[in-house]
């Protein structure tokens, strides 16, 4: 814990300058007899303006302002906490927007392109989100002028097209064959749910007593902390997942269509046994 240093940032309002059922005033300073704890006690502010709409609707009504945080101060990700507030003064909304935009003439945040009026986008003149292309309505695009979503393309309504001027979600190749899937079938299918189980980076404890030569050289410390955290293979996690489905589950994925065993034990290490 930091103390008696001057740390400035960012606090997002309610209309009437609340906060968690606290009322501030804008200028003024705030004192609270805690100890800071991240999403407990003290008073929470952002070094970034951007990063405080990570906890708060980016709407105009709400109060932005200026902040200087003294006494106890602790930090934790994007997110600060303080005992001691000072509210410096407020921002106004066009002041607020060239502050939380790389880009220019945005109304939405976290664009590093320009006239966008959704969030997160790096290209331009966008109303939706999350977009690398250019005049977009919908979200995910690296194409432009698409009202749909995941297009790389160009004038689609449709979504996951690579084309132009689709209105019509394209159908998906499965085990390298086409298929009669489009993307959002195989996203709302009871097998991608299923393989969306499939543990990554699981942690194994290895005691000491029963690592081999090579491990011992890699992790030396096991010796004093009786032993180390193994990350278990991917296709190890894959195989033990498998072993732990049903068999109405494994008929579930060998049912995918045009489901190839070889392909499969190849991506994932997993040997289906197709009766």
């Known amino acids: 814990m930091d103390k008696e240093k001057v740390v400035k940032g960012f606090k997002v309002f309610n209309p009437d300058w609340t906060c968690r059922n606290k009322v501030y005033t804008c200028p003024g300073k705030f004192e609270e007899e805690v100890i ?11 070094k970034k303006a951007v990063d405080c709409f990570n906890y708060y609707s980016f709407r105009s009504e709400n109060k932005v302002a200026e902040v200087a945080a003294y006494g106890d101060i602790i930090e934790k990700g994007d997110k600060c906490c303080t005992n001691k507030l000072e509210i410096i003064r407020e921002i106004p909304w066009n002041e607020l927007l060239e ?5 220019k003439k945005c109304t939405g945040h976290h664009n590093s392109g320009d006239c966008n ?3 997160w986008n790096s290209g331009n003149c966008n109303s939706g989100n999350w977009n690398s292309g250019n005049r977009n309505s919908g979200d995910c695009n690296s194409g432009d002028w698409n009202s749909g979503n995941c297009n790389s393309g160009n004038w689609n309504k449709c979504s996951f097209s690579n084309g132009c001027f689709n209105t019509i979600d394209p159908k998906i190749y499965l085990f390298n064959k086409p298929s009669t899937w489009t993307y959002q079938d195989w996203l709302e299918s009871d097998a991608c749910h299923l393989l969306k189980q499939v543990p990554m980076d699981v942690l194994e404890y290895v005691p000491f007593g029963k690592m081999n030569k090579e491990e011992k050289e890699f992790h030396p410390e096991a010796e004093i902390t009786g032993g180390y955290l193994k990350i278990l293979d991917s296709c190890k996690n894959a195989v033990t997942w498998w072993e732990r489905l049903s068999k109405e ?3 579930i994925i060998i049912e995918i269509p045009n489901f190839d065993k070889e392909i499969f034990k190849e991506i994932t290490g997993i040997d289906v046994d197709v009766e």
Not at 99 to 103: A, E, H, K, L, P
């Open 99 to 103: 502050i939380v935009n790389i880009g």
């Open 36 to 46: 800071p704890s991240i999403c407990d006690k003290g008073m929470h502010f952002c």
């Open 117 to 119: 009026s959704g969030n």
């Open 249 to 251: 589950q494994k008929q």
